[in-house]
C-alpha cells in the first residue's frame, strides 16, 4: 500500500517533468511536446529542425536533432541518446524504442568527386520512415531513404541502407534479416 508520502512524491515527479517541458518550450521555439513528455535527460535542437514529440514519451540523456528538416515521434517512445539529422524527413512511429542510434536523412555531401565541396543537392537527401513499434538498438545507423516496418528491431551496430519488412529482426553491415516474427 502506497502511504501519503508516495503520493506526494509522484506528484513532486510529474511537477519536476512540468518544468522541463515548459523550459524546453521557452527554450526552443520549433520544438514541440505532447501531454506528460518525460524529459530525464536533455534535448538540444539545432540549425531550424522542428520537432514534435509525441504524448508519454520518455527522453533520456542527450537526445540531439539536427538540420533544416522535421522530425515526428509517436506516443509512447522511448529515446535513449538519438541522434536525428534531418535535410527533409523523419517520422517515428507510436511505441518505438531508439537507443544510442544515429537517424540521417542526408548525406551531406555529394557522392561524384567534382561535386564533393559543391552545397548538397536533393539527390543527397531523402526521408525515412520508422513505423510503429520498432526498436533500433545502440550504434545503429538508419540511412536516407529507409522505411522501418512495424514491429521491427534493427540489431546493435547495424547499417540499415534499405527498406525493413515489418516483423523481422535486421542485423549487420549490410543488414541482413535473420528473424521473421510469425504473426
Known sequence: MVGAGGFRGGRLVRAVFAAKRSW????YRRLTLGRDVEIR???????????SIGDRTRVNKLVRFAGPGEVRVGAD????ATWIGTW??????????LS???LLDNDFHNLPPGQRHDPPTPATRAPIVVEDNVWIGAHALVLKGVRVGRDSVVGAATVVRGDVP????????PQQTVKKFDD
Open 77 to 80: 517512445c522511448l529515446l535513449n
Open 100 to 102: 544510442d542510434c544515429e
Open 24 to 27: 524546453y518550450r521557452l527554450r
Open 166 to 173: 515489418p516483423g523481422v529482426v535486421v542485423v549487420g553491415n
Open 88 to 97: 527533409t524527413s523523419v517520422t517515428v512511429g507510436d511505441r518505438c524504442l
Open 41 to 51: 535527460g536533455r534535448i538540444r535542437l539545432r540549425r531550424g529542425v522542428r520537432v
